[in-house]
């Protein structure tokens, strides 16, 4: 153990009131420190010099007065736990950035929305350059596109597919 832990149970040590593997601690590390050894001996003396003191009698009716003013104060003290109101600010992470930062992450966040809004689907151009239909990304299933017909995967499209005014799968 290190001293700061060893000095701190020097006290409990000279009362006897350690455990026995940290009397057991306590003991090896006093083998081996003078310093701690040296604040044991001072600890020790003090103890003694405590000993030949007279202890002062306690006053007739001391208790109930403590206890009497204790309870004149409990309402103080009550008074000083009451919790604030609560205030739900859910930016308020925001505002402790940096003004360059805010501006850039609003900027981020208004390319996603402005790139997500394009990414939607396209046009089905043919070599001729003319348009022959839309492209619609369903679910991002168009990894499905080229599927056999009968598998599982062209059943989901076709349930999930929007028909057109006749009724068919587009």
């Not at 001293?3 to 006290?11: P, Q």
């Not at 405590?50 to 001391?62: A, H, K, N, Q």
């Not at 004149?72 to 109101?85: F, G, S």
């Not at 501006?103 to 001729?128: I, S, Y």
Request: a positive charge; charged letters at 20%; proline letters at 8%.
């Amino acid at each position: 153990m290190r001293c700061k832990k060893i000095v701190a149970l020097l006290s409990p040590y000279v009362d006897g009131a350690l455990s026995g593997s940290r009397k057991h601690d306590v003991k090896q590390h006093l083998r081996a420190c003078e310093a701690c050894r040296a604040k044991l001996e001072r600890i020790r003396q003090l103890g003694n010099l405590l000993d030949g003191l007279p202890v002062p009698s306690v006053p007739e009716g001391f208790a109930a007065r403590v206890m009497a003013e204790a309870k004149t104060r409990l309402p103080e003290t009550k008074a000083k736990w009451v919790l604030p109101p609560v205030t739900w600010d859910p930016l308020r992470w925001f505002l402790k950035f940096s003004a360059p930062m805010r501006l850039a992450a609003c900027a981020t966040v208004l390319l996603a929305c402005v790139v997500g809004l394009t990414m939607d689907g396209g046009l089905l151009v043919d070599k001729q350059g003319q348009v022959k239909g839309s492209v619609q990304n369903l679910y991002g299933l168009e990894l499905f596109d080229p599927t056999p017909p009968g598998s599982v995967d062209s059943i989901y499209l076709a349930m999930a597919s929007p028909l057109n005014e006749e009724g068919n799968i587009r």
